[in-house]
């Protein structure tokens, strides 16, 4: 009764046994049991000098011997045959994961045991490559992470984040040179605004026209990323672009709310064979959306606070404008600054610094009284407290604005003197930056040569020996300096 699930167990347990095990045990079955028998043949003619067995018997021992032989041949065979099989279709994963040269090579080999050794020995060869390959990958993306940090913590304005998105995205699609381009007011020019991987020099502006047939124009109305050739640029004349665009581009529009800002590039590098995949397409398009939105962003911000600088310098004037004495003021400190900067060599950076400063370093007496403000008459000891807080309420008013931030220093600390007597914060010498030095010199030059309630106006000439005298309280170079300026625009009466 339990002969019948003995036998299937053991046929499953066979069915399930490892190659080597199979082939042991038909190897016993074929080669084994017909050298016993042979060896009991041999015996038995060595006793008897004839076998002891009817030649019927040994007939069916014979044949029974030679049909092992054939059914080990036969099952020993089926496993190598699976082993052909296990090699064809190991051939054909591989498609997918070896280069066609190494899977033609593998093909070409007779011995199937051998191209499965070499199989195993290319698949690992390609986990190696892989591994490599994520290790670069990890560290690529932490110095990516790096980078925007870096961007973050640094960012002045919306260039820096776009330079290094262009420089993220030539890097990982191994492209020789990225390029953004923006749109002009009039959508009739296309402005390289960032470069990386050739030299530019973003002050000069360099523009493609747009005209009906144009590629880039295509683009742009299509709103979809292509891959084009650079060689219709060759019309344009100018050598100076085919730095950037000559041979097969990646063409990415930025696209935000259906509204194009402008187009993203990136060039092929020579000797590359294939143009840039539907993959890289479609991931260059994503990013440059996103691009479209930061710049769309940008321009929102920079609305938002240049409509507050004018809201601002609008109060300004108006406390300027408050004092019949001082009316003007703001203006002509920005002029006499400006003047000491541009002689002193300032940057443009510098130059605007001063100017906004100037417009708005008196900003602060919106909130000082009109009876302090326009008391004709020295003022008392507790009306100059009031008067002092000046310099921090106007501090306080642009510090929320970011792009308004590099203007608190010369703002709250105009009135400082070099030993230490000004106010609000009682700085000493180098303490003071030059910028404020500048703006200090200004305002007292322009004070002293303005008609006040408690003294009639000074000349030019007895305004410079006045400043001249306050050694201890103003640079003198920067005295100099304005000095110079007025005598070449024969001011200096």
Same mark, same amino acid.
Not at 110 to 127: G, P
Not at 130 to 139: F, W
Not at 330 to 346: P, Q, T
């Given at each position: 009764?339990?002969?019948?699930?003995?036998?299937?167990?053991?046929? *499953?347990?066979?069915?399930?046994?490892?190659?080597?095990?199979?082939?042991?045990?038909?190897?016993?079955?074929?080669?084994?049991?017909?050298?016993?028998?042979?060896?009991?043949?041999?015996?038995?003619?060595?006793?008897?000098?004839?076998?002891?067995?009817? $030649?019927?018997s040994f007939t069916e021992v014979i044949v029974l011997m030679?049909?092992?032989?054939?059914?080990?041949?036969?099952?020993?065979?089926?496993?190598?045959?699976? #082993?052909? +099989?296990?090699?064809?279709?190991?051939?054909? *994963?591989?498609?997918?994961?070896?280069?066609?040269?190494?899977?033609?090579?593998?093909?070409?080999?007779?011995?199937?045991?051998?191209?499965?050794?070499?199989?195993?020995?290319?698949?690992?060869?390609?986990?190696?490559?892989?591994?490599?390959?994520?290790?670069?990958?990890?560290?690529?993306?932490?110095?990516?992470?790096?980078?925007?940090?870096?961007?973050?913590?640094?960012?002045?304005?919306?260039?820096?984040?776009?330079?290094?998105?262009?420089?993220?995205?030539?890097? *990982?699609?191994?492209?020789?040179?990225?390029?953004?381009?923006?749109?002009?007011?009039?959508?009739?020019?296309?402005?390289?605004?960032?470069?990386?991987?050739?030299?530019?020099?973003?002050?000069?502006?360099?523009?493609?026209?747009?005209?009906?047939?144009?590629?880039?124009?295509?683009?742009?109305?299509?709103?979809?990323?292509?891959?084009?050739?650079?060689?219709?640029?060759?019309?344009?004349? /100018?050598?100076?672009?085919?730095?950037?665009? /000559?041979?097969?581009?990646?063409?990415?529009?930025?696209?935000?709310?259906?509204? #194009?800002?402008?187009?993203?590039?990136?060039?092929?590098?020579?000797?590359?064979?294939?143009?840039?995949?539907?993959?890289?397409?479609?991931?260059?398009?994503?990013?440059?959306?996103?691009?479209?939105?930061?710049?769309?962003?940008?321009?929102?911000?920079?609305?938002?606070?240049?409509?507050?600088?004018?809201?601002?310098?609008?109060?300004?004037?108006?406390?300027? *404008?408050? +004092?019949?004495?001082?009316?003007?003021?703001?203006?002509?400190?920005?002029?006499?600054?400006?003047?000491?900067?541009?002689?002193?060599?300032?940057?443009?950076?510098?130059?605007?610094?001063?100017?906004?400063?100037?417009?708005?370093? /008196?900003?602060?007496?919106?909130?000082?009284?009109?009876?302090?403000?326009?008391?004709?008459?020295?003022?008392?000891?507790?009306?100059?407290?009031?008067?002092?807080?000046?310099?921090?309420?106007?501090?306080?008013?642009i510090k929320p604005v970011r792009s308004l931030q590099h203007?608190?220093?010369?703002?709250?600390?105009?009135?400082?003197?070099?030993?230490?007597?000004?106010?609000?914060?009682?700085?000493?010498?180098?303490?003071?930056?030059?910028?404020?030095?500048?703006?200090?010199?200004?305002?007292?030059?322009?004070?002293?040569?303005?008609?006040?309630?408690?003294?009639?106006?000074?000349?030019?000439?007895?305004?410079?020996?006045?400043?001249?005298?306050?050694?201890?309280?103003?640079?003198?170079?920067?005295?100099?300096?304005?000095?110079?300026?007025?005598?070449?625009? $024969?001011?200096?009466?």
């Amino acid at each position: 009764m339990q002969k019948g699930p003995k036998k299937m167990i053991f046929l *499953a347990s066979f069915e399930d046994a490892s190659i080597l095990r199979k082939f042991t045990i038909l190897f016993l079955i074929t080669s084994i049991v017909p050298m016993v028998l042979l060896y009991y043949i041999y015996v038995e003619i060595t006793k008897h000098g004839k076998i002891g067995i009817s $030649n019927t018997s040994f007939t069916e021992v014979i044949v029974l011997m030679v049909l092992g032989v054939f059914i080990g041949f036969i099952t020993i065979r089926s496993l190598l045959v699976k #082993v052909i +099989d296990i090699s064809k279709q190991n051939s054909k *994963a591989l498609e997918n994961l070896l280069s066609p040269e190494t899977v033609k090579e593998l093909n070409q080999e007779e011995n199937e045991i051998v191209v499965l050794s070499r199989s195993f020995s290319a698949v690992t060869q390609r986990l190696e490559e892989n591994v490599r390959s994520l290790e670069l990958t990890k560290k690529t993306l932490h110095s990516i992470m790096s980078k925007v940090g870096h961007g973050i913590s640094n960012m002045e304005n919306i260039n820096s984040f776009l330079e290094l998105i262009l420089e993220t995205l030539t890097n *990982a699609l191994n492209a020789k040179v990225g390029t953004l381009l923006l749109l002009n007011d009039k959508k009739t020019e296309l402005i390289i605004n960032t470069v990386h991987g050739a030299g530019y020099d973003a002050q000069k502006k360099i523009s493609l026209k747009l005209f009906d047939g144009s590629p880039l124009t295509k683009v742009l109305s299509d709103k979809k990323p292509v891959n084009l050739s650079g060689i219709f640029l060759q019309k344009s004349n /100018d050598p100076q672009l085919n730095v950037f665009f /000559d041979g097969t581009l990646l063409c990415a529009p930025l696209v935000y709310h259906d509204k #194009v800002s402008g187009i993203m590039t990136l060039k092929k590098r020579e000797g590359q064979k294939e143009d840039f995949s539907a993959e890289d397409l479609e991931m260059v398009f994503n990013l440059a959306s996103q691009t479209a939105v930061a710049l769309e962003n940008s321009k929102l911000n920079r609305d938002i606070e240049k409509t507050y600088f004018e809201t601002i310098s609008a109060l300004a004037l108006a406390v300027d *404008a408050k +004092d019949n004495y001082s009316h003007g003021h703001l203006d002509r400190v920005a002029s006499h600054a400006l003047m000491i900067g541009k002689r002193l060599g300032l940057d443009e950076a510098d130059l605007n610094t001063l100017r906004d400063a100037a417009r708005l370093h /008196d900003l602060g007496k919106i909130g000082i009284p009109d009876d302090v403000l326009k008391k004709e008459g020295k003022l008392t000891d507790e009306e100059w407290i009031i008067m002092r807080r000046h310099p921090e309420i106007g501090e306080s008013i642009i510090k929320p604005v970011r792009s308004l931030q590099h203007l608190c220093d010369l703002i709250r600390h105009h009135h400082e003197k070099l030993d230490g007597t000004g106010y609000p914060d009682g700085l000493k010498g180098e303490e003071i930056s030059p910028l404020v030095r500048i703006l200090s010199v200004s305002d007292i030059y322009d004070a002293l040569t303005t008609d006040r309630p408690y003294r009639p106006r000074k000349s030019k000439h007895e305004a410079m020996n006045i400043l001249r005298s306050m050694k201890d309280h103003v640079d003198q170079d920067i005295v100099d300096v304005l000095s110079e300026c007025l005598e070449s625009e $024969n001011n200096l009466t």
